[in-house]
C-alpha cells in the first residue's frame, strides 16, 4: 500500500514538474484590436513609390544600444528565455520560440531579427523623404512593435512583402501581426495601399 501511494505521489510529482510550454514573447506596446482598427481608419491610402534608390545601407540598423550590445542582441534577449551571452554581449545560448510559426530554436544562427514593416515597404510608403536619422531609429526601434525574433528562413520568405501577399504561416497569429503592423505604420506616418487595407482588415477580424 505504502508502494502504491509513494508512486502516485512520485506520479503527481513529475507532472507538477513539468516544464510550461514555450511561448513567444509579444514586442512592446501592440495595441488593442479596437485601437488598431481606429489607428487604420486613419492611415493614408495611396499607391506605393519607386524603389529607385533605396537601399539598406540608407536604414542603418544593429547600431549600439547599451554597453558592447547591438539592437540584434538586444531583442534576442528580450524576446528569448534563458539567454547567455558572451562579453560581446552574443548570444551563446537560450531558446527562441518564433510567433510567425510557432517553431522552437536553441541555437541564434537560427533566428533573424524581423522587421514587421520592412525597409523597403517603408521606403515606398515614405520613408524616402526621411533624414538617415529618422530612418536609423525606425530600423532599431525597440519602443514599437517593429522589430522581433523569428525563424530566419520564414523571415527569408516575407521579404519586403506587405500582408497583402505575405502573412504569418500561423494563421492564429494574423491578428497581433495586424495590429503590430498598423501601429508601425501609424506611428511613421507611412502610407498603405488599398490592397493593404483590405488584407489587414481581414486579419484585424480574426481577433
Given at each position: 500500500?505504502?508502494?502504491?501511494?509513494?508512486?502516485?505521489?512520485?506520479?503527481v510529482?513529475?507532472?507538477?514538474?513539468?516544464?510550461?510550454?514555450?511561448v513567444?514573447?509579444?514586442?512592446p506596446?501592440?495595441?488593442?484590436?479596437?485601437a488598431?482598427?481606429?489607428?487604420?481608419?486613419?492611415l493614408?491610402?495611396?499607391?506605393?513609390g519607386?524603389?529607385?534608390?533605396?537601399?539598406?545601407?540608407?536604414f542603418?540598423?544593429?547600431?549600439?544600444?547599451?554597453?558592447?550590445?547591438?539592437?540584434?542582441?538586444?531583442?534576442?534577449?528580450?524576446?528569448?528565455?534563458?539567454?547567455v551571452?558572451?562579453?560581446?554581449?552574443?548570444?551563446?545560448?537560450?531558446?527562441?520560440?518564433?510567433?510567425?510559426?510557432g517553431?522552437?530554436?536553441?541555437a541564434?544562427?537560427?533566428?533573424?531579427?524581423?522587421?514587421?514593416?520592412?525597409?523597403?515597404?517603408?521606403?515606398?510608403?515614405?520613408?524616402?523623404?526621411?533624414?538617415?536619422?529618422?530612418?536609423?531609429?525606425?530600423?532599431?526601434?525597440?519602443?514599437?512593435?517593429?522589430?522581433?525574433?523569428?525563424?530566419?528562413?520564414?523571415?527569408?520568405?516575407?521579404?519586403?512583402k506587405?500582408?497583402?501577399?505575405?502573412?504569418?504561416p500561423?494563421?492564429?497569429?494574423?491578428?497581433t501581426?495586424?495590429?503590430?503592423?498598423?501601429?508601425?505604420k501609424?506611428?511613421?506616418?507611412?502610407?498603405?495601399?488599398?490592397?493593404?487595407?483590405a488584407?489587414?482588415?481581414s486579419?484585424?477580424?480574426?481577433?
Open positions: 500500500m505504502k508502494s502504491s501511494i509513494f508512486v502516485a505521489l512520485a506520479s510529482a513529475l507532472v507538477s514538474a513539468a516544464p510550461a510550454p514555450l513567444a514573447r509579444a514586442p506596446n501592440v495595441p488593442t484590436t479596437a488598431a482598427k481606429t489607428q487604420l481608419a486613419g493614408t491610402v495611396a499607391a506605393q519607386p524603389q529607385t534608390g533605396y537601399s539598406r545601407d540608407l542603418p540598423h544593429w547600431i549600439n544600444q547599451s554597453g558592447t550590445c547591438n539592437t540584434r542582441e538586444t531583442v534576442l534577449k528580450r524576446d528569448g528565455t534563458g539567454v551571452t558572451n562579453a560581446a554581449c552574443a548570444a551563446t545560448s537560450g531558446t527562441w520560440n518564433s510567433p510567425y510559426d517553431a522552437t530554436w536553441t541564434a544562427s537560427d533566428v533573424d531579427i524581423d522587421h514587421m514593416v520592412p525597409l523597403s515597404n517603408a521606403w515606398k510608403s515614405g520613408a524616402a523623404s526621411w533624414t538617415t536619422a529618422r530612418r536609423q531609429a525606425f530600423a532599431n526601434d525597440l519602443t514599437n512593435p517593429q522589430l522581433l525574433a523569428v525563424t530566419d528562413n520564414v523571415n527569408q520568405a516575407k521579404g519586403d506587405g500582408p497583402e501577399d505575405w502573412k504569418p500561423l494563421s492564429s497569429y494574423y491578428c501581426y495586424a495590429k503590430m503592423w498598423v501601429k508601425v501609424g506611428v511613421y506616418s507611412l502610407t498603405i495601399t488599398s490592397a493593404e487595407k488584407a489587414l482588415t486579419m484585424l477580424n480574426t481577433c
